[in-house]
């Protein structure tokens, strides 16, 4: 059986599904639907299930624990800079390109779409502006371990979309991300780029382990791990 996904406002939800969520807003003329998941199989229905509004998919990137559910969709929002990713999964569907600084209008319910290079090419985040929430996909997290290691990977662009953030946590309040804990506070993304920085000096020390058939270093920053490339 799917999982269900859970209400955390009237017109918000978010479903939990095996270590990643993904999330659905409703305004008053149609929904979005934030990433597909990993394992659900109909991710589409399950969100018409909770509203009778026209449902939309954005994508934040194409990992495959945010795509698994596309096949839900004939279209799907991500940045086309991810679609080569994407594409080499096998996933169908139609691209609508989406760039930094554009807007969706759910309907009284403006979401400004934020891209945020480093973890993917075409990472994105989506800010729910008069809720003041930043849904951040993968580039945020705490007590959790994000993924830094691959030929699509990017620590110096993920440096900089940190920075870029920090210069607008004045317009949201929380930090909803894709894995780990939730929510999280502004504060985080300055801590997480000052580790970021710290590990490109040399100056915090690297476990090296193997995962998905890599080699790779884990850098733990105390609130999270990062995990990279050897140096």
């Known amino acids: 059986m799917d999982p269900q996904f859970i209400q955390m406002y009237p017109d918000t939800w978010r479903l939990e599904d095996g270590g990643v969520r993904f999330f659905l807003l409703a305004g008053k003329e149609k929904a979005l639907l934030i990433d597909s998941g990993m394992t659900v199989s109909d991710p589409g229905s399950l969100a018409a299930s909770l509203t009778s509004l026209p449902v939309f998919l954005l994508n934040t990137h194409s990992d495959m624990d945010h795509v698994g559910g596309n096949a839900s969709f004939a279209a799907f929002y991500m940045h086309p800079a991810d679609e080569e990713g994407y594409r080499r999964s096998g996933k169908g569907g139609r691209l609508i390109p989406i760039r930094d600084g554009d807007e969706l209008d759910l309907g009284n319910r403006k979401l ?53 953030l920090e210069k607008m946590t004045g317009d949201f309040d929380e930090i909803w991300p894709s894995h780990a804990d939730l929510p999280l506070s502004p504060d985080i993304i300055g801590k997480l780029r000052e580790g970021a920085e710290s590990i490109l000096a040399g100056k915090v020390p690297g476990r090296a382990e193997t995962m998905h058939g890599h080699h790779i270093v884990a850098y733990d920053l105390g609130f999270t791990v990062l995990l990279c490339d050897p140096t």
Request: proline fraction near 6%; charged fraction near 20%; glycine fraction near 10%.
């Open 112 to 164: 400004k779409l934020i891209h945020l290079p480093g973890h993917t090419p075409g990472s994105m985040a989506v800010l729910d502006v008069k809720r003041r929430v930043l849904i951040s996909g993968d580039p945020i997290q705490a007590h959790g371990r994000i993924f830094m290691f691959g030929q699509h990977r990017n620590m110096q662009d993920y440096i900089m979309s940190l920075k870029k």
